[in-house]
Structures are given as structure tokens and as C-alpha cells.
């Protein structure tokens, strides 16, 4: 066991130092739809995957979320906050923080957020990001690898761009493309490291729209709160297929299932199950994730708080 843990070990971090800041994504509720949330976007997660979500978001919102890898060997943790502001437009800020367990490397990633409906139905959102890499200097296993000689740190900015659109019916429609600005973090000034582009598009539909339709009383009802997600992404040479549901049975629980398949070099597909408990201002979020492909033992849960206010 401990002849894996440190092998694992050491493959994170030689993967980190030449690829950082990949696409773990953020908050239980999202990746209770396995991630399709492009075209919801409508809690404090909102901004990680589509800054025109804020747009529509009435009221403030405060998100914690911590996240555990690789049985614990990597750790994920991200503070967000979204502010309303009126006519002026909807206002975001985050920070994330991915570390290994023996702190040898972290990324920290900073976003300011701003976005402003056009309408009741369209709305343009935007993302400013600054990415920061470090590796401890004091470790023996830097000290000693020629790689981090002429610097243990790196720090680079980029942006995102979204858009959302909605319908009377209960459709709605998102795309966001994130890190348009090359950014550069790479630790060796000789080599580059650019975080990849990420596109994102997604159709989102709320089963309210529908469920008149419906003749028992119970299942109209439960199906009003009912949404599902599809959404595409492609990022780094490899594309990503994501699908989601939620369900709320009562006005204090819900319940999730989501699926997505990585398809690429790499390929992995995830299974997710997630459930929230609501009370009043707070909301309480949980997912289990299960992962195939290269990581197949891997199982994730994530904790996430939000605050509506």
C-alpha cells in the first residue's frame, strides 16, 4: 500500500509539472449532473462554468466546496462568492486551491466574475483568472530534479467568455469558452505550459414546462421540479459528453444522477449520484462519483455548502 501511495505520488506531481490546472471542475450539485451545468449555472458555482449564469441569479450566494482525489492524496478546496448589484450588472469572486498531501505542489486559481442580463431571457458573462503554480524548494525530491533549478513558481492570467439563453417553455441554452488568453505556466523558461482552451456547450430543459401534461396529481407535481442537462466539451485534443438530472421530492430534499464520458488519449467515463438538503438560506450538497478507465479504483465524494442571502 505504501509502495502505491508513493508511486501515485510521484506521478501526480511529474504530470502537474508539465500539465497543471485540469479540468476537475467544482461543487457537488454540478457534478451531481456529471457536470453538465453550462446551461443552468445558477448557484455559487455559477462563474466555474459559465459567467453568464450570474446574470440571472436574484440573490447573493456564498459556495465552500473540498473535494478529495486519489484516496486523499490530492485536495481540492474553492471559496465563492456572487453579489447582485442591480442595473450595474451580477458580480463574482473565487479562489481555488488543488494541493498533494505532503504539500510539494499547489495551484491556485483566483477569479473575478461579472455578468449582466440583456434581457429576461439573454444574458453575457465574463471571467478574469490568474493561475499560480508553486512547488516547496525545500522538498528534497525539487531540490534534487534538474527541472525546477530555475524556478519553483509560476503565475499567469487568462480570461472566459459566456453566454445564456432562455425560453418561456422551460429550455435554456449555454456556451462558455474558457482561457482564451494563453496562459503560460510553465515552470522551465525553456518549455511553454499553456492551460488548454475549454469549450463548453449545453441544453438545459426544466420537466415544469411539460408537466401539465400529466394526469396523477403526485407525479405532476414531483415532475415540476425536475430538470435534466446535456452538455459537450472539448478540451486538449479530447472531447467530453456530460448528462444530468435533479428532482427536488419535497422543498428540502433533492436528488441527482449524472453521467459523462471522456473521450481522447485517455478515455473515462464517471458515474455520479448526488443529493441536497435545504433549510431555509442554506443547502447542503453531496455526490458520489465513481470513475472508470485508468482510474477505475477511484472513488470521489465532494461536500459542498451554498448560502443563498
Not at 45 to 54: D, P
Not at 142 to 152: A, D, G, H, S
Request: proline share 2%; net charge neutral; aromatic share 8%.
Amino acid at each position: 500500500m505504501i509502495k502505491w501511495k508513493v508511486y501515485l505520488l510521484l506521478t501526480c506531481i511529474t504530470q502537474l509539472a508539465l500539465a497543471g490546472f485540469n479540468d476537475y471542475s467544482t461543487g457537488a450539485r454540478p457534478l451531481g449532473f456529471g457536470g453538465a451545468f453550462v446551461a443552468l449555472a445558477d448557484d455559487g458555482n455559477a462563474a466555474s462554468y459559465n459567467a453568464a449564469g450570474l446574470g440571472f441569479i436574484e440573490q447573493s450566494q456564498f459556495s465552500v466546496t473540498r473535494m478529495q482525489r486519489f484516496r486523499g492524496l490530492v485536495n481540492h478546496n474553492q471559496v465563492s462568492a456572487i453579489v447582485p448589484a442591480g442595473s450595474v450588472g451580477t458580480i463574482g469572486t473565487s479562489i481555488g486551491i488543488l494541493g498533494e498531501k505532503n504539500g510539494i505542489y499547489k495551484e491556485q486559481l483566483i477569479t473575478v466574475s461579472y455578468s449582466k442580463s440583456l434581457s429576461q431571457k439573454f444574458a453575457l458573462g465574463s471571467n478574469l483568472r490568474s493561475f499560480t503554480t508553486n512547488f516547496d524548494q525545500e522538498h528534497e525530491s525539487i531540490q534534487e530534479n534538474p527541472y525546477f533549478q530555475e524556478k519553483q513558481s509560476a503565475s499567469a492570467i487568462s480570461m472566459d467568455i459566456g453566454v445564456m439563453a432562455k425560453s418561456i417553455t422551460g429550455l435554456s441554452v449555454g456556451l462558455s469558452v474558457e482561457n482564451l488568453l494563453p496562459a503560460d505556466i510553465a515552470i522551465s523558461n525553456s518549455q511553454q505550459d499553456i492551460v488548454p482552451r475549454n469549450v463548453r456547450i449545453g441544453v438545459g430543459y426544466k420537466l415544469g414546462g411539460i408537466n401539465t401534461l400529466i394526469q396523477q396529481e403526485s407525479l405532476r407535481d414531483l415532475l415540476a421540479s425536475g430538470q435534466g442537462q446535456v452538455e459537450i466539451a472539448f478540451r486538449d485534443g479530447n472531447s467530453h459528453l456530460r448528462v444530468g438530472a435533479e428532482i427536488w421530492a419535497s422543498e428540502s430534499v433533492a436528488f441527482r444522477a449524472g453521467y459523462a464520458l471522456k473521450s481522447g488519449v485517455n478515455s473515462v467515463t464517471t458515474m455520479a449520484l448526488g443529493t441536497s438538503l435545504k433549510f431555509s438560506m442554506v443547502r447542503l450538497d453531496y455526490v458520489f462519483q465513481v470513475l472508470s478507465g485508468d482510474m477505475k479504483n477511484n472513488a470521489v465524494q465532494l461536500y459542498s455548502l451554498n448560502l443563498t442571502f
